[in-house]
């Protein structure tokens, strides 16, 4: 009986082509798929359904996607248009992975809505399939998108139970107005340019390669908090059950929660290293958080906005 799996976010195309000490990334989604397998894993004919509506179906994006499943030995993949006919839907119906394309967020949406591929992607979720979402396909994934303008939200899958953005450092203006918007309680998660997040079935989110900016909405207004790889939220409180064609609401305490208290602006450095039991004065802390911040790479200015920082590598531009 297949099994519901981890939800793969990634900020652009950049972790698709990404060797962590030599393993694939990628890797990661075919062993959650053949561990579904009744079949030996190198027996079985994996089927892989691209959806590009929110980049007007580009044939170079779809040439990318299928150069990242060539890595991870599947081979039997279709692009399944914004149009989709019979073929197209009855692939997708049998698809183990699934992708949705960078792009417009509003665009890609407004496609799935038209050709019910809103509900389809629901029932593969259920059904077993890895999702994987892209750049706007991540933000499609969360509760809310925008349109261009970032100003006009509207709800998305709703199967993440965040608020979704993706690099839009350092200042992660679409988040902090779209979750205020979500809802009570609501949460939103930012990833970074070439940056990544797991959503794991036990509500907890995993960042991958770069720290996930955290915006939560409380009783004293907004606040930020950072998730640094190797760490993972704690198993979240079980919202109720959701089921296909029933989008989770978001519960009260889900979210990328991170280790230490959250970071508030009145307070930037509150929870991340230091206390009463520390040795040294003040300004010795304040000098480890300093460096300690340049080596994990990411600094928190005095308005409390989180950058994260990475060497500049002009051969790792973002794809959508």
Not at 72 to 100: N, S
Not at 216 to 245: K, R, Y
């Amino acid at each position: 009986m297949s099994t519901i799996k981890p939800i793969f976010l990634l900020a652009d195309s950049q972790l698709l082509f990404w060797r962590d000490e030599g393993e694939s990334f990628l890797g990661r989604a075919r062993a959650l798929i053949d561990a579904d397998a009744n079949e030996e894993p190198a027996k079985r004919d994996l089927r892989a359904a691209y959806l590009g509506a929110s980049n007007g179906d580009a044939p170079e994006f779809y040439q990318l996607f299928l150069a990242a499943m060539e890595q991870i030995d599947v081979r039997d993949c279709r692009q399944i248009p914004a149009q989709p006919g019979a073929e197209d839907l009855d692939f997708l119906a049998g698809a183990d992975l699934i992708l949705l394309a960078g792009g417009e967020v509003r665009r890609g949406w407004d496609a799935f809505k038209a050709a019910g591929l809103d509900q389809k992607l629901l029932e593969r979720y259920y059904g077993g399939a890895l999702l994987l979402g892209i750049s706007a396909g991540a933000v499609q994934l969360g509760l809310k998108g925008w349109d261009e303008t970032g100003e006009r939200t509207s709800d998305m899958l709703r199967i993440v139970p965040f608020v979704v953005d993706v690099h839009d450092e350092p200042g992660w203006g679409r988040l902090l107005r779209a979750v205020p918007r979500a809802g009570e309680h609501a949460r939103g998660i930012g990833i970074p340019s070439g940056g990544g997040a797991l959503y794991h079935p036990d509500y907890s989110v995993e960042p991958v390669r770069h720290p996930l900016v955290e915006v939560s909405q409380t009783e004293n207004g907004t606040q930020q908090a950072l998730l640094l790889p190797g760490q993972a939220s704690g198993p979240a409180a079980e919202p109720e059950p959701a089921e296909p064609g029933r989008p989770r609401e978001p519960a009260g305490q889900a979210g990328a929660a991170a280790a230490e208290p959250p970071v508030r602006p009145a307070d930037p450095d509150r929870g991340l290293r230091g206390g009463p039991g520390d040795r040294g004065g003040p300004g010795d802390r304040r000098q480890d958080l300093e460096r300690e911040r340049s080596e994990l790479g990411y600094s928190i200015g005095a308005d409390g906005v989180i950058e994260i920082h990475r060497p500049a590598d002009p051969t790792k531009e973002p794809v959508n």
